[in-house]
């Protein structure tokens, strides 16, 4: 199903596992909270999202009367928007530029309006069977006996902390110097801009949420997060890197992330922690709160860093290095991360 009403659908990232062939229909809406539920949407006015990311990452600019196919799902974002995988009526939302639609209950104060959809169906099978992303997600696989990778965890403040940028600092680093590096975001709402970003800086193999079914982690309970990370963890391993870098989207103390942080097996699987954050105060806060984790927390980085006074703030303070990108690039995460030598 490439056209619908004469118009092509536009496929959101979120869809990018979708086997389109297995699309052969449009059904009604389900009413209850469906989260991965696939959507046909009609965009009808256009408000904060002017674009849509297609699987390949490209921004596709949207027009009203636009077709998009896209993926309920919940979204937790402090810059933006706060929405529920639902279709309580005709009229919904864009959540995510990857496609996520559902339904805005609360936004930051600054964010406009969302953009709103009409909406068309539910897409289905030949048998008028409702598809939901999790019938596309990778399937674990057992990756048998081997060392396992040293891991290296990213975490931080808040959305817009440089989490992203400091993952792919390290991973360029350490591919830099020889290593095979793979990478995951564990959590967070489907984007195409982030994981790509981790596969520009080197890594043999980039994967998130979404290769696992899931349109975001937001609303998930604290075992389907834990099985998320372990079902990324061993399909990366497949592909036999020394390293694994992980993000873990939005602050420490969003719903999932703190689940995950506080989950004694997930820790175990975890050598090292590198704190991103805007400012001393919240590196003090979350490296204390870390280590009460029971992590082991490497360096602090991040804009903080950009400035040799916040650099000296941030070590007074929390007793690590702070780092910023060029000290990362230039090798420093080398003698940093001492728990896990790179020699």
């Known amino acids: 199903m490439e056209y619908f009403g004469g118009l092509k659908i536009k496929w959101g990232y979120v869809t990018h596992r979708v086997d389109?062939?297995?699309?052969?229909?449009?059904?009604?809406?389900?009413?209850?909270?469906?989260?991965?539920?696939?959507v046909l949407a009609r965009v009808q006015q256009i408000g904060r999202h002017t674009t849509v990311e297609a699987p390949d990452g490209r921004r596709m600019m949207l027009f009203p009367g636009d077709v998009i196919a896209g993926a309920l799902g919940n979204r937790y974002a402090t810059d933006q928007y706060e929405g529920r995988a639902i279709a309580t009526g005709p009229i919904g939302h864009v959540l995510g530029v990857g496609g996520v639609c559902g339904e805005v209950v609360s936004r930051n104060d600054r964010m406009p309006d969302p953009t709103t959809v009409e909406w068309i169906g539910a897409l289905a099978d030949a048998t008028g069977q409702p598809l939901n992303l999790k019938e596309f997600g990778l399937r674990r696989r057992n990756t048998g006996a081997g060392p396992r990778p040293r891991s290296i965890l990213v975490v931080g403040a808040s959305m817009n902390a440089g989490k992203t940028t400091t993952a792919a600092h390290v991973i360029r680093s350490l591919t830099g110097q020889g290593h095979r590096v793979a990478a995951a975001k564990i959590t967070g709402t489907a984007c195409r801009k982030d994981p790509g970003i981790l596969w520009d800086a080197g890594a043999v193999q980039v994967l998130d949420f979404t290769d696992l079914g899931h349109a975001s982690t937001a609303g998930c309970s604290p075992d389907e997060v834990f099985a998320i990370a372990t079902g990324l963890e061993a399909t990366l391993r497949e592909t036999r890197p020394e390293f694994l870098v992980y993000e873990i989207a939005d602050g420490i103390f969003q719903r999932e992330t703190r689940a995950l942080l506080c989950d004694p097996r997930f820790r175990a699987s975890i050598d090292v922690v590198l704190y991103a954050a805007t400012d001393s105060v919240s590196c003090e806060s979350g490296v204390r709160s870390l280590r009460e984790w029971k992590y082991c927390v490497a360096a602090v980085a991040g804009p903080v860093a950009n400035s040799r006074l916040g650099i000296d703030e941030v070590q007074t303070a929390t007793g690590v290095p702070c780092l910023s990108g060029p000290m990362i690039l230039s090798g420093a995460v080398q003698t940093a991360l001492p728990a896990i030598s790179v020699a």
């Open 20 to 38: 389109r062939a297995v699309v052969a229909a449009c059904g009604p809406m389900a009413r209850e909270e469906t989260p991965g539920l696939l």
